[in-house]
């Protein structure tokens, strides 16, 4: 006979209240309710106010992490912790103040500072969660991904979609930082993960430093897709794209309103999108990447929409509102925009530009129909 297992009780205590648009308290409402609680039954009419609420409200808070302090930390954990199979990345996680102590940047989103010694290696592994590794600063770590080599130069985007083979070594006799991003959180609230250790160390060949990796050489020509290939893979088969070609993008934009023609996405504020070049839908199925240039003294126009974002400083100084909350940001500095909260950027008058990295999760609520974005919001 199979065992009986006692269900605990609700946690949920339920009471009657006299409240506009509630059942009126009575002996034989809070009878009802008790019953409701043994059988682990919560009614609609005392939950619709959190679960329907006229607009979205995050659980995560918008906050700020400063760069150097970060790499501080980084590399303090360098000299104390190695790197192995007790926990495969040295990498430290954003964990947002408003999450519960958990390592999630927002509910949906993973974002993290990794950080490899001259001559490490990290194991290899893959896992179902997609993931990007984006360089603010440095040169010399190679990330190898299903046994191709890609280098990783400051400004350099490195997509991998979920289920890749992949590892680190750093070839440099510098340490070196960068960020990760992925989509554990999301992953973990449906319960959809799986991960798999790889070998202990990467081979000798796959430490060589070609100078483009085969990915670049097969989807690294602009409007040109290798017939050999399948052309609509789960996140982009092109493991790198460069710095000198997202910087030469956005400065045309710029320079084409100059010239008095249309190309930026407002005034002063130019933005490309990192997309898979064989379906030219986003990088990957669940996190969207962008790069977005604030030229001098101007701002973008303030927007919000469902879904939330982690952005990072590539290079410049300027201010930035999320919410209420109002920040100065200079080059590495990392910051979360919660759902439906407005955000804008400007961009100082006494520096060059303001070059902001962003990555979120617009793709999960496009697929479910469900995104929206609101320019102008205050």
Request: glycine share 10%.
């Amino acid at each position: 006979m199979a065992a009986v297992i006692d269900v605990p009780p609700s946690p949920v205590r339920l009471k009657a209240v006299a409240a506009p648009g509630q059942p009126e308290p009575t002996p034989a409402l809070e009878q009802l309710y008790r019953g409701f609680e043994q059988e682990l039954l919560v009614p609609l009419w005392t939950e619709i106010g959190d679960l329907m609420p006229p607009q979205p409200r995050s659980k995560a808070a918008a906050h700020l992490w400063r760069w150097e302090r970060l790499k501080q930390l980084a590399g303090e954990a360098g000299r104390i912790v190695p790197v192995g199979r007790g926990g495969e990345r040295r990498a430290i996680a954003l964990a947002n103040p408003a999450l519960g102590g958990r390592p999630f940047a927002t509910p949906t989103l993973w974002a993290a500072i990794q950080y490899l010694m001259p001559g490490e290696n990290a194991p290899e592994h893959r896992h179902t969660q997609h993931a990007f590794r984006f360089v603010v600063e440095g040169e010399g770590v190679w990330t190898v991904v299903g046994g191709d080599a890609v280098r990783m130069s400051r400004g350099d985007f490195l997509p991998q979609a979920g289920w890749n083979w992949h590892a680190h070594h750093n070839a440099a006799t510098e340490p070196m930082a960068w960020i990760d991003g992925l989509d554990i959180p999301f992953a973990y609230m449906t319960e959809s993960q799986f991960f798999e250790h790889g070998r202990d160390a990467i081979s000798e060949a796959e430490q060589g430093t070609p100078e483009r990796s085969r990915s670049e050489r097969l989807w690294g020509h602009p409007g040109l897709r290798p017939l050999s290939q399948p052309a609509d893979t789960a996140g982009s088969p092109l493991l790198a794209y460069r710095w000198a070609d997202t910087d030469r993008a956005l400065a045309d934009q710029l320079a084409l309103e100059d010239e008095g023609h249309p190309g930026v996405v407002s005034a002063g504020h130019a933005a490309v999108r990192f997309t898979h070049p064989g379906t030219g839908r986003d990088v990957m199925p669940t996190i969207r990447c962008e790069m977005h240039r604030v030229r001098r003294g101007g701002r973008t126009r303030a927007w919000r929409e469902v879904g939330s974002s982690v952005y990072q400083v590539f290079d410049g100084t300027g201010s930035v509102r999320v919410g209420g909350q109002q920040w100065r940001v200079q080059r590495g500095d990392l910051f979360v925009v919660p759902s439906w909260v407005p955000f804008q950027a400007q961009c100082d008058a006494d520096a060059p530009l303001l070059d902001l990295f962003r990555f979120g999760d617009a793709p999960i609520f496009e697929a479910l129909h469900q995104h929206r974005v609101q320019v102008d919001a205050e």
